[in-house]
């Protein structure tokens, strides 16, 4: 017999869902950035690591921000936006 998902297990595993993705999001998007940002000629100027600890910082900056939405927000939603 299959055990039965509850909604507030259902909720969470959502929540946790969508907000892993909105870090790993902002981590590839803001590494990728650093490097773009810093152009061809100066790309090589910023190393691998710095490139990748920009990106983590902005990945960690949007983890907070997912979990301060759900603790003064809308339980299920890793958003900051009212309805989402």
Do not use: C, Q
Request: aromatic share 8%.
């Amino acid at each position: 017999m299959a055990h039965a998902i509850t909604p507030i297990a259902k909720t969470a595993k959502t929540y946790a869902r969508d907000l892993t993705e909105r870090v790993l999001a902002t981590f590839v998007v803001a590494s990728a950035g650093v490097a773009i940002a810093a152009g061809p000629a100066d790309m090589f100027h910023a190393s691998f690591w710095e490139s990748v600890g920009a990106g983590g910082l902005a990945a960690a900056g949007s983890l907070v921000k997912g979990m301060l939405a759900r603790a003064f927000g809308d339980k299920n939603s890793a958003s900051a936006a009212p309805g989402v």
